[in-house]
């Protein structure tokens, strides 16, 4: 592992008046007087000696690099597609735009200035181009054409403007550059590694997440799609998602989808380091034997994992310009240690309740065989029939009712809200009035579902799904369930403001 530059400070532990003025100023601008244009001088020849090189990056076939902290070699693969053999050995992700630019860089090269026409060797030193110099790189650029360039980069210049010390080989002459078309050959191979961890979808396109499993700091979520029971089921709910640890909640589609599909499109704030993952730094650097966080996903049957370790700091100038990261190694890309920000990172603060859905058990019409609503000393017993509105119809105790009062009715049933979580103490909920209870049976082989209401004061009612107490809502709905159900039997309309 390689130390840390003495230079870099680090710590590693666990754990609308602008319109008016715009229209002023135009205003200004228009009832000027032209001037009249003077001819410019001029313009002196660009003297021969800065170009360096003339060609375009549809010209370079090979680019090496000799840093004092890497080597490396970026080849042509194709138009406009660039490659380097040290990342793609560890399928390390290739940041192509970066690449692009090392080529765009190398093959244009102009000089500023000539500092030094005729350098003596032992001067080079203080340019930063000694090849025992701390800031001395070398980069050499091959041309499809046979020919070929090599520069010598140095110090930057002690100028304002951003400028740094280079040479040709075999050259004595000392140039100045800017610094931008210089600098990131000074970069180590990290430098090129893209950002973007995993691919990223719109919408429409994502993969099915059809397990999702978080352990963070001793505490485990699971979250999981709604599946079919057998092929000829029908998905029963609009939210695609569940937790079924540590509790069974419905999880929003919206609000839920940045922790759901968080591992798609998944970027990170640096690379620490590439390479072997055998060489990867130790341990108790990264965290990695007591991770602080595992992220398990299987999507469309493969299974990938994150697995984030310790916290690492950046100290900044002032007490506010720290940057805080934390250690992070995909299993898909084992050879590339990456560093996280924490805003990146959608698994290490869930709040359920923040992403759970408000309506909590949405079940499609036509995958509901029976529906039996108890309420208000009244037990409803409803029978489905058809697969669609062609051929739909409903019944009470055997009785045909009508098919659009009936689904008002559904409709406002199925609404049922989920305000808060359950945090109670389920035996308490036994001692409870129960209020209201919707069983239903589904087509196909899904399990019965089960929403008991129970009655808990200050008008409120805890609402338990399948025997176990989740929700807590407020006893309004209850209320208007039992006069919507008397509605209904009684030719009335269902009313869904409560």
Partial sequence: MKKLSKNTKTLIFSASGLLVLIAAVIALVLTQEKPEIEELPEQPAVDPRLILSALTADDVKIISVINQSDDYTIERLGVDLFDMAVLSAV????DEIKLGNAARYASGLRARDIVEESAKEEDFAKYGLAENSEAFTAMRVEFNDGTSLEIYIGNETPTTEPMTYIRKAGDNMIYTIWTYYVSLFKEDRRHYVSLNVTPSYDEAGTPDVEKLIIECFGDRHVI????????????LTLNLHRFTEPI?????????????????GLTAGKVAYTGSPEEMPDTDV??????SALIEMTANGKKSTLTLGNVYIEFGEGENDDIIYIYGVHSDIPGVLYLFLPEQLPWYDINIEKIMAGTFHMPFIFGVSDLTAEVGGKVLNFTFSGESVDDEAYYLDGELVDTSAFKKLYQFIIGAPAENLFKGNAEDVQQMPLSARISYQYRGSRPDDVIEF???????????????PTYTSAFSYVAALENNINAFLNNEEVVFNY
């Fill in 224 to 235: 999981e799609m709604f599946q079919k029971a057998d092929e000829n089921d029908i998905v």
């Fill in 91 to 94: 399928n390390a992700p290739a």
């Fill in 286 to 291: 990264t965290g990695f034997d007591e991770p």
């Fill in 454 to 468: 129970y009655d808990a004061g200050n008008r409120r009612c805890v609402i338990a799904f399948n025997g176990v």
């Fill in 248 to 264: 069974d909640v419905v999880i929003d589609y919206t609000d839920g989808f940045p922790l759901v599909h968080g591992m798609f």
